[in-house]
């Protein structure tokens, strides 16, 4: 059986681990990726300015260790289609190989930045934080400021949990910070409103300045700065557009996969396609939620495995009713910052 697996985020790897460890040795695994620095964990790039050695602690395993365990790892390669017909896909990289055939295919594409459209004719003045080559970028132009002996001036769009994080970071490393947001209060979605205000305040303490309800018209470069527009203008070195995330849906969306705001899958995790499943950020289970955290990614993924190498058949027969998710909690990495109650994930 060949075993074809899209993305080396927390999805695709403890997958394609868990289904070697189950499944038989003549069962080819490949697992393919745009990324060329390894597995690496993506809720620490929101502490990549105040830990100097990063871009190495964050990795956590390079690829050769995957193949040691004889899982094929084909990197730096971009997947552009994937053909249901045939039951393969296009590959574009520096490997060999052109097309892949499998017999079951696991979409772990996971999740893009999502732009606002008003804020997309700009994107060449703005940065995001989202994968270790976002995070590469970022520590260069800081160092380049940094050398020149500047301590960067940010303006941060979005105060949901990565602007803050990423906010509160840059200031712990020094970094003179304003964060501007839509919203009345900070992290509205997951937080009550009394761990908001204690939020506002942790931040205010590290000399962040909050800005909230604020509705961003525009940005400007002039010269070597940035304007953010919204009443008033403000300049700045560097700009970080932190407005959420969007699932990676256009491969399944272009193979006529059903998709809404992720891939749709039931509750085998199983697209509309019987040989062709998702999970991780991109997946949308069958209640329209996405499990966009680590601890029910993980999850889905061994149980995915299981089910797949046979294992969640029981004794009687009769197949288990699929993955539920786990019960979990999670935090915002703001340093300094506890909050009272419970998240609403
Ligand atoms: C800054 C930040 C902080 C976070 N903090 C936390 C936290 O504290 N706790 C928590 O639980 N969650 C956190 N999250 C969310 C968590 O990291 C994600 O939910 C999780 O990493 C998603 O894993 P995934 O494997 O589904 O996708 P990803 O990690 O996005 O992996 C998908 C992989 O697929 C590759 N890929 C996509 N399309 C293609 C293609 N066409 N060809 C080849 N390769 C492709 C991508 O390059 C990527 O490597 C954070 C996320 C961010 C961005």
């Not at 499990?291 to 027969?317: C, D, H, M, T, V």
Request: aromatic share 8%; charged share 25%.
């Amino acid at each position: 059986m060949q075993i074809v697996i899209i993305g080396s985020g927390v999805a695709g790897v403890s997958f394609a681990e868990k289904y070697r460890e189950l499944s038989a040795d003549d069962d080819e695994i490949t697992l393919v990726t745009r990324e060329h620095d390894g597995y690496y964990s993506r809720p620490l790039l929101s502490r990549g300015f105040s830990k100097a050695d990063i871009e190495l602690s964050i990795i956590l395993k390079p690829f050769d260790r995957l193949r040691e365990n004889n899982i094929n790892v084909l990197c730096g390669v971009e997947v552009t289609a994937i053909n249901r017909v045939d039951k393969s896909i296009d590959i574009n990289g520096a490997c060999q190989e052109k097309a892949l055939q499998y017999d079951k295919l696991v979409l772990a594409q996971g999740s893009s930045a999502f732009i606002p459209p008003p804020f997309r004719p700009y994107e060449s003045l703005f940065f995001c934080l989202n994968s270790l080559v976002d995070l590469k970028a970022l520590r260069k132009f800081r160092r380049e400021l940094l050398n020149q002996n500047q301590q960067p001036n940010w303006a941060i769009i979005g105060g949901g949990l990565i602007g803050c994080e990423v906010a509160s970071d840059l200031a712990t490393a020094g970094d003179n910070v304003t964060l501007f947001h839509a919203m009345d209060r900070l992290m509205e979605r997951q937080l009550a409103a009394e761990d908001s205000a204690l939020l506002l305040k942790v931040l205010q303490g590290s000399g962040i300045k909050v800005l909230l309800n604020q509705a961003v018209k525009e940005f400007i470069k002039e010269e070597d700065k940035i304007c953010v527009r919204t009443e008033v203008t403000d300049e700045f070195d560097g700009l970080i557009v932190a407005c959420g995330f969007k699932p990676r849906t256009e491969l399944a969306e272009l193979a006529g996969l059903e998709t809404g705001r992720g891939i749709k899958v039931n509750p085998y995790l199983q697209t509309s396609d019987e040989s062709i499943y998702a999970l991780g950020d991109v997946a949308e289970l069958p209640n329209g939620k996405l499990y966009a955290f680590i601890l029910p990614i993980r999850n889905q993924a061994l149980w995915l495995a299981e089910f797949l190498a046979g294992q969640k058949q029981e004794s009687i027969g009769s197949i288990s009713e699929g993955w539920t998710p786990p019960v979990f909690t999670t935090k915002a990495k703001v340093h300094g910052f506890e909050a009272a109650h419970p998240y609403n994930v």
